[in-house]
């Protein structure tokens, strides 16, 4: 089994996982297969055979309870399951020449993912505004303020 593997860093933002699943794709065609998600920007490749893989991105808050379910739906329409960066599930499927694969396949569907990532983004707005008000205009490093930073981040984090 060939064990040779690549990392790679590259940014995306949020709104471009088409474009992030085409590199992922291009990489396949090159013999380059994701093996691991880790950090923001951090891929993990492991050097096979060049495929033809279908990747898509979908953001999917963590939630125990509807994981198993969520992973389950995917798999059994022949999806598998490569792993998860800041709640953005990977999935790839071996597609033929001139086939595409998706995971949405009605409208419905991809206004939801859309709509669940906007929920993130407003929060990271929101928490961007309040950093920038607090660096100019308070002294954002006093204890109390940092101490409701911290607590802030985390019951938002927990709540999406």
Not at 48 to 72: F, I, N, S, T
Not at 126 to 141: A, K
Request: glycine fraction near 6%; proline fraction near 2%; charged fraction near 30%.
């Amino acid at each position: 089994m060939n064990t040779e593997m690549m990392k790679r860093i590259r940014w995306f933002w949020p709104w471009q996982d088409a474009k992030e699943e085409a590199w992922l794709e291009s990489m396949a065609l090159e013999g380059w297969h994701l093996a691991e998600v880790g950090l923001p920007c951090v891929y993990h490749f492991r050097r096979g055979e060049a495929k033809r893989y279908a990747y898509r991105l979908d953001y999917m808050p963590d939630d125990k309870e509807k994981l198993v379910g969520y992973k389950q739906i995917f798999q059994d329409a022949g999806w598998e399951y490569i792993g998860e960066m800041s709640n953005w599930r990977y999935w790839r499927k071996q597609v033929a020449e001139g086939e595409t694969a998706e995971i949405f396949t009605d409208t419905e569907s991809k206004i939801r993912k859309y709509q669940r990532l906007l929920g993130y983004l407003a929060f990271i707005l929101v928490l961007m505004v309040f950093l920038g008000r607090q660096m100019f205009v308070r002294n954002f490093w006093s204890e109390w303020e940092l101490g409701s930073l911290v607590a802030t981040i985390y019951l938002v984090g927990r709540i999406l």
